[in-house]
Nanobody, 120 residues
Framework: QVQLVESGGGLVQTGGSLRLSCAAS????????VGWYRQAPGKQREWVAN???????NYADSVKGRFTISRDDARNMGYLQMNSLKPEDTAVYYC??????????????WGQGTQVTVSS
């Protein structure tokens, strides 16, 4: 089993910054992909960014140039640096990981979510 704990959410004004963290613990060999998703009230969960083994990062168009995803494999951590925040970034942000749990098996896990609120 793998546990994910997110932190770093909060209330910030338009143009401000926040850094989300995701700590993974439990039984796994490696983390293949670290991703961040978000869900605003009344909307479907949407993909924000991910970073794969080797460091290649991908971003949704809505956050490109403002958000930076990173990972620290030595600490089993993932991060999302969010700059130039806008009210439309307000949502619950979820960490998602794909981990190798055995030689032939990869499993996916979700964190509990952290609220980000951007005031205008």
């Amino acid at each position: 089993q793998v546990q994910l704990v997110e932190s770093g959410g909060g209330l910030v004004q338009t143009g401000g910054s926040l850094r989300l963290s995701c700590a993974a613990s439990g039984s796994f060999f490696s983390i293949n992909v670290v991703g961040w998703y978000r869900q605003a009230p009344g909307k479907q969960r949407e993909w924000v960014a991910n970073i794969v083994n080797g460091g290649t990062a991908n971003y949704a168009d809505s956050v490109k140039g403002r958000f930076t995803i990173s990972r620290d494999d030595a600490r089993n951590m993932g991060y999302l640096q969010m700059n130039s925040l806008k009210p439309e970034d307000t949502a619950v942000y979820y960490c998602n990981v794909q981990v190798r749990v055995s030689t032939y098996r990869v499993s996916e896990y979700w964190g509990q979510g952290t609220q980000v609120t951007v005031s205008s």
